[in-house]
């Protein structure tokens, strides 16, 4: 299929996408960003430090992770 050949076409959608797509970008609501609440056990002082408490599993739970095999070669193209 020749591109030239149909790029009048190719424009007509590229520019009904654009319209439908700025018609419903109207009708969203607006964000309401709001700053986050500051604790006070976070914030360090003179006399106490800040404590930085990061609660998850572990990815491996005892396993190694591997993430590329080096045994096999690379891309092949």
Do not use: C, W, Y
Request: glycine share 8%.
């Amino acid at each position: 299929m020749n591109i030239a050949k149909h790029m009048e076409a190719v424009f007509v959608v590229a520019l009904a996408a654009a319209g439908s797509a700025h018609f419903v970008a109207d009708q969203l609501p607006q964000a309401q960003a709001r700053p986050a609440a500051i604790q006070d056990s976070s914030i360090a002082t003179e006399t106490r430090m800040a404590v930085v408490v990061v609660k998850g599993k572990r990815p491996g739970a005892g396993k190694p992770v591997v993430l590329a095999a080096r045994s096999g070669a690379g891309s092949r193209i």
